[in-house]
């Protein structure tokens, strides 16, 4: 049976993952070819587990409250809902700037800002790397 680490819980486990699957599945998305059947599903399983990244980042709070943090979550999800609202409308341009940001924002910056030694994730992440 798999043992996690002190503090680590499912959910916590559940929003690293995914979080990490977006993060590389987002760059060969990004390589992809657009507008291609692969670059669709491809797209769709990114979004998919985007919102689990999203949604799931709201049942984690170090201190029992929201934090500034969520507020990426929250603007994360309104960047979902606008990209897929513009693929569907064929607004392409306006879709790949909103995807770039999503990347930029909600995995990246967020990740970066998450794995501090101060956040909560970022504390268990560096206390189980290094011991």
Partial sequence: MLSLPAG???LILIHTGAALVALLLGFAVF???KGTAGHR???RVWALL????ILSSFGIRGSGSFSWLHGLSVGS???LVLAIYHARQGNWRA???TMIGLFVGGLIIAGFFTLLPSRL???L???TVLG
Avoid at 50 to 53: A, D, E, G, K, P
Wanted: glycine share 12%; net charge positive.
């Fill in 8 to 10: 680590f819980t499912p």
């Fill in 125 to 127: 992440v560096w206390h």
């Fill in 121 to 123: 994730l970022g504390e």
């Fill in 95 to 97: 879709h790949r700037g």
């Fill in 77 to 79: 999800l309104v960047a």
């Fill in 41 to 43: 599903r491809l797209g």
């Fill in 50 to 53: 985007m919102l689990l990244v």
């Fill in 31 to 33: 390589l992809r070819r």
